[in-house]
C-alpha cells in the first residue's frame, strides 16, 4: 500500500494540532517557559522580554537589610552621583568634571614625567578577568611608555594560569606547597595576591619577558613574611643568608641587567609569596589576580600585615575590580549585602594604605541565556550602581567599566565578532577584548593626567 | 496580540534567525509544501516547479540573496554538462571541463577562500592586504561538490546529462539537503526525479525515526553540550584543568557526530517522506576498529565524493607505492581545507592522512602477525578505543580557533590532568556528562536497531506518531528553556 497519503495526513494533523495547542496557550497568556520556547507564533503574537522574568526573583540574596539604600544620595552641592554611568571616565564624583579625580597620582605622575626619580606603584586587584595579567600587562606597558619604568611587577611563585601568563616566563619545581584564600586554617597570613608558599627544597625560576632593553637594570626582590631565625636561600645557585623578621620583608636578591632568576628555598618555615621584578624608578604596576572572588575575601587579611606591606612598598593607587562573580545567578538582583560586606575592606584597605589613591572599577557585562537568547543579565545595572555607591560613599574614585566596554549586550558583540573579543562562557573577553580594555583604561587615566596639565596652566 | 507586521516579516529572510529545520517557520513551510506536493502528485512537471519553486524559497529563508547563485550555477553547470556530452572533440571536452571546474571552484574559492588567502600573504609576505568583507553563502560547499561530480560523471561517459533544465535545479537546490548535505550524486537522484511518489509503511516509519531522532541529536544533545561545556572551555582551554579539557574533547566528538549525523539523518528521512531515497551518511562511526573503517563510517558522502574525484584522478594506488601515499596525504589535506578555511582545517586532514597512510603501511607489515588473534573482543574493544583516541585527537584542531588554543587544550590535558577535581567536576556538570554518556549509549546501539524499530514502528496508528512528535517537541521545549550550566573553578 502507498503510504504517501500516511506522510500528508501526519504532517496536516500534527501542525494542526500544534497549531491550535499554540494559539490557546498564546490566548491564554501561558507562561510556562518549556512551552513558550516552542509556540509556533510566539513570533509574531509575543515578543519576549527579559525584566518579565522575575519569577526567580526570591532565589537573590534576601539580604536586604541594608545601611546602604539604593537611593541617588544627594551629600552635597559640588558633587553628582549620577558621573558613574559616564565611559571612558574616571570621577570622584565632582560636579566639576574638570577637576582630576586621581588626585595624589595624577600629581606624581606628573612630576615624574617632569624628571623627578620616584617610583610609583600600581596595585591591580581582580578576579579571572585580569588573571594571566589580562588587562593589566596592556595598562603596564601603555603607562611605562609614557611616563617611564620597566618591569612587570609582582609575580607569585605559581598560579594555575602560569604557563599561559605571556609577560613572564615561570618554571618551578613541583614541591611548593601553597595556601590561598580558599584554604581553610592559613597560619601564615596571605599575601595582597590571595597566596602564600612554602619551599622545602624547592626552586623557582621566573624570566621577565617584558623588559626588552638589554642595558636596563632590573631590580628583583623577594617577598616574604616573617620567620623567627635566619634562612639560608640559594639565588641563581648562590648562597644568600636572609632574616626576613618582620611579618612583611622585601629582601633584594638581584640588582642587574639579566631579566631572570632562580630561588631556592629549603626552609619550609619561610612563607614565601613571590618576587617583584622592578625598575629604580618610574611606574610599577602589580597584577593580583584570584580567580571567582568578589573582593570580600581581603577582611581575611589583618590591617597590622597590610600596614606592613605599605611600609615596606607604599602604593599610590591602588585599583579594585570585582563583581562578575556576583553576578553567578541570572535573576540576581539585589547586591546591598554586598555594600555592606565589601565597606570595611574598603575602609580598611584605604587607611592601612593612606597615601594612595583608591579606584574602584565596575564589573564588565556579563551575559547569561533566557529563553534561549543570550543578554545582559538583569542584575548588572543594579551591581554597577551599587558598586558606584561604595565608591561615592567610601570618598574613593570610580570607573565604569560596564560602560566603557559598550554597556548592556556588549559582552555578546564582543563574543560575536571575528575574531571574538570574548569567550563564549559570556564572562570574559579573551586576550584580544583584554587588550581593548587596557587601551580604553590607559586612556581614561590620561584623560585624567590631561585634566591636571590643563588645569596647571 | 496578533501583530501583521511580524507576520509578513517572517516570509522574508532574517539574517539573526535563517531557516533550519528546527524554526517555527519550517513547520508551516513544510505542512504547506506537503499538501501541494500531495495534490500535484501526478502531474510530475508540476510536481517538479512545485519542488524547485518550495526549494530556492527555503534557500532563500536561509541565506537571502545568495539563491541567486544556485540558480546561476545550475544554469552554467546545465550548459556546460550538455555541451560537454554533445562535444566529440576530446581537447575541446577537456576544456570545457575545466571550464566548469574553474567557475565552481571560482566561486567557492572566492567566497571560502579569499580572506585565508589574503591573511597567510600577509603572515608569510609581511604584506598588509586588508581582509575583504565576505559573506559565505550557505551550502556552497556541498553544492559546489555535486556540481562537480555531476560535469566530470558526464565528461568521463558515465552519466547522460539531463534534458530538462528543472531537473537538474531540483537535483541542485533539493532543499532537505541544501544547506549541510548529504552531498548526493546525480545518478542516484535524478533517475528518482521523474517517478510516481509512491513510500512504504516501511519508508514511512523509517524516515518518521531518522527525522526524530536526527533532531534529537542535533537539537537536544548536540545543542545543550555545545552551549553549556564544550564551546567555552574551547574558548579559552588554560582557565580549566585537564581532566574538563579532556571532558570537552570528549563532549566535542559527540557534538559534531549529533550534529553532522542528525543533519543528514532529518534530511534523509524528509527525502524519504518526499519519495526520495539519499544513501545513508553516518554509520555509527566511533565504533570503528581503525582509521580506514571510521572513514568508510563517516560523512559517507564526503569520503567517497574525495575518493572518486580527488584520489583516483590524482592517480590513486595505480602509480607506484609512493605516489599512493603522496595522493593520499593530497587528498586529506584538501578534504580538510573543505570544512573550513584555517590551517586548522588542514592540520586536521593532514593527521588523518598520515594515520590513513601509517594505517595502510600497519596492515600490510602486520597481517599474517595477527591473523590468529584478529578477532578477539579484547583486540577489537581495544583497536575501537585506540581509534576513538585518535580521533578525538583530531577533533581538539578541527574545533579549536587557532594552533594555540589547539596546544593549550593538550597541554591542559597532558600537564594538568589532576583526577581529584573529579568529584566537583561531576557535581557541577552532571547534565551535560548524562547526555554525553546517552549519546554514546545510543552511538553503540547495533546498526540493524532502526531497521527493528521501524519495523515495530510501522504497525502502529497515526495517533501514536503525532503523539511521539508532540512529545518530542515539548522535550525540546524543556532544552531550550533549561536553567543554563555554568562553568566552574575546579582549583585556584
Known sequence: MNANRRVLLFVVYATIIYLIASVVAAALDWRWMPARRINLISDITQHYRVEESTENDSLSNSDTTSLLPIAIPLKDKVSNFNLYHKAHFITNFNVDTNSVALERFIKKIYELKNGIKTKIRIAYFGDSMIEGDLLTQTLRKLLQQMFGGYGVGFVPITSQVAQFRTTVTDNYSGGWQEENFKTDGVKDHLYLSGHVFHGDGDWVQMKDQTVKDTTAILLKNLLCGYVSHPVNIMVNNSSLAIHPDKIFNCIPLDKSKSTSIKLSVADPALPVYGISFESESGIVLDNYSFRGITGIEFSRIDSSFLSAINAENPYDLIIFQYGVNLLFRPYDKKFNWYANALMPVIKKIKTCFPESDFLLVSTADRAFRYGGQYQSAIGIDSLVKVQALLAYESGSSFYNQFETMGGTNSIVEWAAKNPSWANKDYVHPNFRGAEILGQYFFQAILTDYEKYVRNKK | ?492
Not at chain 2, 2 to 23: A, G, I, M, V, W
Not at chain 2, 300 to 310: A, E, G, H, V
Not at chain 2, 403 to 422: E, K, R
Open chain 2, 1 to 492: 496580540m496578533f501583530d501583521f507586521e511580524s507576520f509578513f516579516r517572517q516570509f522574508l529572510y532574517d539574517p539573526k534567525s535563517p531557516l533550519l529545520f528546527n524554526n517555527g517557520f519550517f513547520v508551516f513551510f513544510f505542512a504547506v509544501f506537503m499538501s501541494a506536493y500531495y495534490l500535484l502528485r501526478n502531474n510530475f512537471p508540476a510536481r517538479k516547479y512545485l519542488f524547485c519553486f518550495f526549494s530556492l524559497y527555503f534557500f532563500y529563508k536561509a541565506s537571502g540573496i545568495f539563491v541567486v547563485f544556485v540558480i546561476l550555477s545550475a544554469i552554467v553547470d546545465y550548459f556546460l554538462s550538455n555541451a560537454i556530452y554533445r562535444q566529440k572533440n576530446k581537447r575541446k571536452k577537456k576544456w570545457l571541463l575545466i571550464c566548469s571546474i574553474v567557475f565552481n571552484l571560482g566561486l567557492l574559492v572566492y567566497f571560502k577562500y579569499t580572506n585565508f588567502f589574503i591573511a597567510t600573504c600577509n603572515e608569510i609576505l609581511q604584506t598588509h592586504f586588508n581582509p575583504l568583507n565576505i559573506l559565505l553563502p550557505v551550502g556552497i560547499s556541498f553544492y559546489t561538490f555535486e556540481n562537480l561530480s555531476y560535469t566530470i560523471d558526464v565528461y568521463r561517459g558515465q552519466f547522460v546529462p539531463v534534458r530538462k533544465f528543472t531537473d537538474y535545479l531540483l537535483f541542485l537546490s533539493f532543499f532537505p539537503k541544501l544547506v549541510m548535505g548529504p552531498i548526493v550524486r546525480a545518478s542516484d537522484f535524478i533517475p528518482q526525479i521523474n517517478k510516481p511518489f509512491e513510500i512504504s509503511e516501511n519508508d514511512f516509519a523509517k524516515g518518521f525515526y531518522l527525522i526524530v531522532s536526527g533532531l534529537f541529536k542535533k537539537l537536544i544533545i548536540s545543542d545543550f553540550i555545545t552551549q553549556n561545556f564544550v564551546d567555552y572551555i574551547f574558548d579559552d582551554p588554560s582557565r580549566y584543568t585537564g581532566l574538563e579539557c579532556l571532558f570537552a574533547v570528549y563532549g566535542y566528538a559527540v557534538v559534531i557526530y549529533c550534529d553532522f549525523s542528525g543533519y543528514s539523518d532529518v534530511a534523509i528521512g524528509i527525502a524519504k517522506w518526499l519519495g526520495f531515497t539519499i544513501p545513508v551518511n553516518f554509520k555509527s562511526p566511533y565504533q570503528s576498529k581503525n582509521i580506514t573503517e571510521f572513514w568508510r563510517r563517516w560523512h559517507i558522502s564526503l569520503s567517497t565524493w574525495l575518493r572518486d574525484y580527488l584520489y583516483i584522478p590524482f592517480g590513486g594506488n595505480r602509480k607506484g607505492v609512493v605516489r599512493t601515499y603522496i595522493n593520499l596525504m593530497l587528498t586529506m589535506l584538501l578534504g580538510g581545507l573543505w570544512h573550513g578555511a584555517s590551517w586548522n582545517f588542514i592540520a586536521w586532514g593532514g593527521l588523518h592522512g598520515l594515520a590513513l597512510a601509517f594505517h595502510k603501511i600497519w596492515k600490510q607489515k602486520t597481517e599474517k602477525l595477527f591473523r590468529t588473534v584478529h578477532n578477539t573482543f579484547f583486540i577489537n574493544a581495544l583497536s575501537v578505543l585506540v581509534t576513538f583516541h585518535f580521533v578525538c585527537f583530531c577533533w581538539i584542531f578541527f574545533k579549536a580557533a587557532d594552533f594555540t588554543i589547539a596546544g593549550d587544550m593538550i597541554h591542559q590535558i597532558f600537564h594538568d590532568f589532576d583526577l581529584s577535581v573529579f568529584g566537583a567536576f561531576f557535581n557541577n556538570y552532571k547534565p551535560v556528562l548524562g547526555l554525553m554518556l546517552l549519546a554514546y549509549l545510543l552511538h553503540s546501539i547495533p546498526d540493524d536497531f532502526a531497521d527493528k524499530i521501524t519495523g515495530k514502528l510501522k504497525k502502529l496508528p497515526l495517533v501514536y506518531y503525532i503523539g511521539i512528535f508532540l512529545m518530542f517537541v515539548l522535550l525540546y521545549g524543556f532544552f531550550k528553556s533549561s536553567e543554563p550550566v555554568m562553568p566552574i573553578y575546579l582549583r585556584f
